[in-house]
């Protein structure tokens, strides 16, 4: 193993005990959750940026897409990899670290450090799994509201995230509209249309039909359901891209060989592209945390 792999976090250590900051809440601030469960025991796994002035007034809040993470701008530990929008967020940069105080949190029901499926139930002593209370979108927000009360800050200069952080941006302009004082949502609706409830939902049956999702009990039984994920993200990722933009990227490119293999392999560049997308995604993501996100 290299150095550079054996400093890489375990994803199952690092859902439970995250190496960002955490914000911790118990029975006097429980999450109250729209299926009618309160969280007693929760908490919330945050990266910050930058420098909160006296007044508090230059808070920014970004909030990250279905299957993203707090590390906006700072490498991921479990894949070693630099943040997703340092193209954004940084000293200089349209979201400038020098003037205000950005604030990323891993969404409630995800897996990098804020309490979900692959988190510790502390009445059992074992993971959550499908015990675990059904997660929306309202929930994610209302869980970041308990965060930004905890540090202080009463308004938010801006909340701004893409995708489903936009649909959060969304539910924070309409939940809290006395604390944004401005909203940038990209690349978003207000809810999702027949077509990607019918992709997210193939997506789930995808993890579901692995012999290894042990009904959402692999974490107990020491498994993971790594081919039904794989699956789930490949045809996620068909979604990601329009048509016209698989043509450009791809069209109808073979691998790097004169002919086809005449076989099973992925002679095509878009099937290669997939195939590397679902084998990368297993190694940093929950399976029962997928199913959550994509049903809020």
């Known amino acids: 193993m290299s150095d550079f792999s054996a400093s890489l976090a375990d994803p199952l ?20 959750m729209d299926c009618g469960i309160n969280l007693d025991h ?10 909160l002035n006296a007044s508090r007034s230059n808070a920014i809040l970004v909030c990250h897409a279905l299957t993203g993470d707090q590390h906006v701008a700072s490498r991921n530990p479990i894949t ?58 309202r929930d994610m927000v209302r869980a970041q509201r308990h965060l930004i009360d905890s540090l202080g800050i009463e308004t938010l200069f801006c909340v701004a995230g893409g995708s489903m952080g936009g649909m959060q941006v969304l539910q924070w302009a309409a939940s809290y509209p006395e604390c944004v004082f401005a909203a940038l949502p990209l690349a978003t609706a207000a809810k999702h249309s027949a077509q990607n409830i019918a992709f997210h939902e193939v997506g789930r049956q995808a993890v579901m039909a692995d012999p290894e999702w042990r009904g959402g009990r692999y974490l107990e039984e020491g498994t993971r359901p790594s081919k039904g994920l794989s699956v789930a993200r490949m045809g996620a990722h068909i979604t990601y891209l329009s048509e016209p933009a698989l043509h450009r990227k791809f069209g109808r490119k073979l691998q790097d060989r004169e002919a086809p293999t005449f076989s099973f392999d992925a002679d095509f560049q878009v ?13 940093r993501f929950d399976a029962n945390s997928y199913l959550y996100v994509t049903r809020a």
Not at 13 to 32: C, D, I, Q, Y
Not at 42 to 51: D, E, K, M
Not at 83 to 112: E, Y
């Open 13 to 32: 250590k690092e859902a439970n005990e995250p190496t960002s900051a955490v914000a911790r809440f118990g029975p006097g601030t429980p999450l109250a």
């Open 271 to 283: 099937e290669s592209y997939l195939r590397y997308q679902g084998l990368s995604f297993v190694e």
């Open 42 to 51: 929760w908490q919330i796994a945050y990266q910050t940026y930058g420098v």
């Open 80 to 137: 070693g990899k630099g943040g997703w929008w340092t193209a954004m967020v940084g000293p200089g940069k349209p979201v400038d670290t020098d003037r205000f105080f950005v604030i990323c949190a891993n969404v409630i029901g995800g897996c990098t450090g804020t309490t979900g499926p692959a988190s510790t139930n502390p009445q059992t002593g074992k993971p959550w799994g499908l015990a675990f209370p059904m997660v929306t979108i």
